[in-house]
């Protein structure tokens, strides 16, 4: 609806096709401008038209400064294994966990993290396992708590640290 919109396509009477194409379009017009940084982040929950879209955009988009960045889990690959594979100007990166010593370095950056004595942060970067969402999250936690008194206690997982702070909320932000 809202990019039809924009792109001044008619909903109602073209083809996927034609709705690429307008995109494309727009696309090509903002990147002639100046040049243009697409960033579309956990594609691995996308619609399969969506998807389509941006492969289109990878394949056809060329008479514009564009960079498309797409972020997603592995298990993308598990819907459509052949993402990103065969395309002119495409890479694909697969980030590792951080190690120990990385992690325990952005935990001493991160707000709260220089303050916990390094046995705490040693376990902290042991139980991130490398993901430093876990980590921010973790100190997050730790600075809206905190700091602990005797040992960390360390949720197993993300969810769980997630759903940690979110009982932690009062009942109105939880409401939202």
Known sequence: GAVAGLVGFDETDGTSEEAFGAVRRLVE????????????????????TFLDLLDYLADWVRDAPVLLLCLARPDLLDARPTWGGGKHNTVSLLLEPLAETAAESLI?????????????????????EGNPLFIEQMLALIAQDGPP????????????ILAARLDRLGPAERAV
């Open 29 to 48: 017009t903002l990147g002639q401008e100046r040049p243009l940084v697409l960033v579309v982040e956990d594609i691995h929950w996308a619609e399969p």
């Open 149 to 160: 008194e005797g040992e960390l206690v360390v949720p197993p997982t993300i969810q769980a």
């Open 108 to 128: 001493e950056t991160l707000p709260g993290g220089a303050s916990l004595d390094s046995a705490t942060r040693a376990r902290l970067a042991q139980a991130a």
